[in-house]
């Protein structure tokens, strides 16, 4: 079941997502050659103690840590190390906080100093399509049509979407319904309404879309060892239309 929020909970969580975005801009900051995935964690971990709110993922099925950085051919959901980032590769900072009773979740993905033109299209065209499924929020709209344009965005580059992720509702849980998918499904899906919040999410690979357990046992990565992709933002319907909860 979708659950409907009321004005008073979508203002409480666009003001978790404003925090959430704020940490976010600080950790991008952050992102360059040298620097441990820990050390990125570490610094999640006290901007949300900071702002009195809680680490979302922190104890969800069992992931020990407050962030998630997926690097290259790492999807998402991957655990921060000793590892340090390198020139030229490209992470992915996936992050949510529970905040006044209210979660928001947001993923961005950061070169690493100079990256391959290869690296930097797919950064581009991940954002883009995450923006233009968001541009087809509405009341009325059907989930599906968020899914099929990005699907048909993305492989307009040659590129596939991650078919086994997807993104979903959100509010007193961070997993909420609907699953909302990356690519186009037979059916329509639900109707969009006033006053759902949800998760739209794109995931891309340069190569196949099939994944595999990542190294650390818990993550996900592609199982072709292709580049892949992350962003996502948390989304509201709201009496003003469309808005993105999660910006600084």
């Known amino acids: ?62 992931f020990p840590f407050c ?48 990256i391959s033109n290869e690296a930097q299209k797919l950064i581009e065209v991940t954002k883009e399509a995450l923006n233009m499924g968001i541009k087809k929020v ?22 596939n979407v991650i078919r086994e992720l997807c993104g979903h509702g959100i509010g007193k849980d961070i997993h909420e319904d609907p699953q909302i998918l990356n690519f186009k499904e037979n059916n329509k899906g639900p109707e969009i309404k006033q006053g759902m919040v949800f998760c739209i999410e794109p995931m891309v690979s340069i190569g196949d879309w099939r994944i595999k357990k990542a190294r650390d046992g818990y993550g996900f990565q592609t199982r072709d060892g292709s580049l892949s992709c992350h962003f996502e933002h948390t989304i509201a319907v709201t009496q003003k239309g469309t808005e993105i909860l999660t910006v600084f």
Do not use: W
């Open 138 to 159: 509405a009341p009325g709209v059907h989930f599906n049509k968020i899914s099929e344009t990005i699907e048909e965005y993305v492989k307009s580059y040659g590129y």
């Open 67 to 114: 962030l998630c950085t997926s690097v290259n051919e790492e999807i998402v959901h991957c655990f921060p190390s000793e590892r340090k980032l390198k020139e030229g590769d490209i992470i992915s900072l996936d992050f949510g906080i529970y905040y006044k009773g209210f979660h928001t979740d947001m993923a961005i993905t950061v070169p690493v100093g100079n």
């Open 1 to 62: 079941m979708i659950k409907i929020k009321t004005e008073k909970e979508i203002e409480i969580m666009k003001e978790g997502g404003r925090i959430l975005a704020g940490i976010m801009l600080s950790l991008e900051k952050m992102v360059k050659p040298g620097v441990k995935t820990k050390e990125l964690n570490r610094v999640a971990s006290d901007l949300v103690l900071k702002y009195k709110a809680k680490c979302s993922f922190k104890g969800y099925q069992d």
